[in-house]
């Protein structure tokens, strides 16, 4: 049986990674009922999720990442433990952008030479 200490714990995680849900949400200009409609649950749950007030399923947590293009982690920023595996929400916008256009190069040669030049700035900063 878990101590209140741990119980506490677990209910603050849930209250940053349903906010980490919210945040990610806005940000795309998504509804709460928009999300929920995605999940095939009431809008009421999607609320329930992004104030803490009930804990989000492991396969739930992936469900949501996907249909907000954000990692796992990213959801988990802020939680004890979490934050150094995830880039900032507020950074987010940068690393999609980033993304898109790595991807759009169709040339194999200058991704290869572009991840090359950055894995060597990253290794002298």
């Known amino acids: 049986m878990a101590n209140s200490a741990s119980r506490e ?3 603050n995680w849930n209250a940053v990674v349903g ?13 709460q009922q928009a999300i929920a409609q995605q999940l095939d649950i009431s809008y009421q749950q999607q609320q329930k999720y992004e ?3 009930n804990r ?8 949501i990442s996907k ?3 954000i990692s796992i982690s990213q ?3 802020g939680c004890s433990g979490g934050d150094e595996l995830a880039v900032p929400l507020a950074e987010m916008d940068d690393v999609a952008e980033l993304r898109e256009n790595f991807q759009a190069l169709e040339s194999l040669a200058i991704r290869t ?3 090359g030049l950055v894995k060597s700035i990253v290794k002298s900063a």
């Open 9 to 11: 714990r677990l209910n």
């Open 19 to 31: 906010g980490n849900v919210r945040a990610a949400r806005t940000r795309l200009g998504l509804t």
């Open 113 to 115: 030479a572009l991840s």
């Open 67 to 69: 249909i907000l293009d």
């Open 51 to 53: 104030t803490g007030a």
């Open 56 to 63: 989000i399923s492991a396969g739930r947590l992936y469900e």
């Open 75 to 77: 959801l988990f920023m």
